[in-house]
């Protein structure tokens, strides 16, 4: 029991002188780990805000930067007809901003978006489509693409407002900024199952 206690006192004194030990002589140590330790965490905030919006995006997204000289792409109309820059279009700061924490050159680079979008608002900002739905439909008018199985033909810019079940269509959905533009029948055949532009004709909705 004794020799417990003594063995005790001896391990709290060890432990005891060592920390006095560390507080006097390991003073030097000790200053250089917090030292270490700010320069850590100076080195990862620069990593967190290394993106901004005026930084040259090009000498990473080297594919993108391309489609904005192919003329068959929608990219490219923009930046030549409209002057169009990558933040116009990607504008959402904050999510870009978190999107590259320690992205570098060598990628992996994205294939789609995943944690950012580009709204049919921005597309439709003051400037640019900022028309009427009349004005957009016009646009359209000619194209007969949208047919279903009894003949009914739409006119792909009146989906967006034609009813309550395609309020969530945007823009992203047939036209493509970065490659070829999305066939826009496709778009209806995900909903209109049987190739007819109806619902609730066959079966209640489900
Ligand atoms: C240092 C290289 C680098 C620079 C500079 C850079 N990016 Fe990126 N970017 C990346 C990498 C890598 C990813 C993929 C990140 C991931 O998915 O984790 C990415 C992802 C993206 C995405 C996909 C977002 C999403 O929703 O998933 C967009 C859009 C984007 N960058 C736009 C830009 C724009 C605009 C600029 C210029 C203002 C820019 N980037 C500058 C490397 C860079
Ligand atoms: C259901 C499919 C669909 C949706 C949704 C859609 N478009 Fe279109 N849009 C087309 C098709 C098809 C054309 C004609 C072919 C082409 O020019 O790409 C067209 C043509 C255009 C044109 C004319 C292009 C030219 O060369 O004259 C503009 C501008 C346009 N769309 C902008 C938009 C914008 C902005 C939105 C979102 C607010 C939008 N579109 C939503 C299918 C769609
Ligand atoms: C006129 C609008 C517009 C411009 C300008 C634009 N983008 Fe995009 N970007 C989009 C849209 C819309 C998408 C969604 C996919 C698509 O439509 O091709 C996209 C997708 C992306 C993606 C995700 C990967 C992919 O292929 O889907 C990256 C990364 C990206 N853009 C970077 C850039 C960079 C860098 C620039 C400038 C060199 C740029 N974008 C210019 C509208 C634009
Ligand atoms: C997200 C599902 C969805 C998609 C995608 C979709 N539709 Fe529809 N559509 C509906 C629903 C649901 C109805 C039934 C009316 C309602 O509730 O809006 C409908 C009804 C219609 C009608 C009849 C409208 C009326 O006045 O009764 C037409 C025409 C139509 N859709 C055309 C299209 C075309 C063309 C496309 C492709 C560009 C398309 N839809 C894509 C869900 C969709
Ligand atoms: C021409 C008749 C017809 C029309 C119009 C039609 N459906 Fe259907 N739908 C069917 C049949 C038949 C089935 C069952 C067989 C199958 O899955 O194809 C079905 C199945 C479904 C199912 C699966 C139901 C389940 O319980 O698994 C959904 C969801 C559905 N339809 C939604 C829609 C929507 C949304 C529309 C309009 C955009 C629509 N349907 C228009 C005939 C139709």
Redesign the pocket.
């Known amino acids: 029991m004794k020799k417990i206690n003594t063995l005790k006192a001896i391990i709290t004194g060890a432990v005891c002188s060592g920390l006095l030990c560390f507080a006097v002589v390991g003073c030097a140590p000790e200053a250089k780990t917090q030292e270490d330790a700010q320069a850590e965490k100076q080195e990862e905030q620069a990593v967190e805000s290394f993106w901004s919006i005026d930084m040259e995006?090009?000498t990473?997204?080297a594919?993108?930067?391309a489609?904005?000289e192919d003329a068959s792409?929608?990219?490219c109309?923009?930046?030549t007809q409209?002057q169009?820059?990558?933040?116009?279009?990607?504008d959402d700061e904050a999510a870009l901003s978190e999107v590259h924490v320690g992205a570098t050159a060598s990628g992996p680079?994205?294939?789609?978006?995943?944690a950012t979008?580009?709204e049919k608002e921005?597309?439709q900002s003051a400037g640019c489509h900022d028309q009427s739905a009349e004005e957009f439909s016009a646009l359209t008018l000619h194209i007969d693409t949208l047919v279903d199985v009894d003949g009914t033909t739409a006119n792909p810019h009146d989906v967006m407002t034609l009813t309550a079940g395609h309020k969530d269509i945007t823009?992203?959905d047939c036209?493509?900024?970065?490659?070829q533009d999305y066939d826009e029948a496709m778009v209806c055949v995900s909903c209109h199952h049987m190739g007819k532009y109806e619902c609730n004709t066959c079966h209640e909705a489900a």
């Open positions: 995006c090009g990473c997204h594919d993108k930067k489609t904005t792409l929608t990219a109309t923009h930046a409209a169009a820059t990558c933040i116009t279009c990607h680079m994205p294939v789609k978006l995943k979008t580009v921005t597309c823009c992203l036209h493509s900024e970065h490659a």
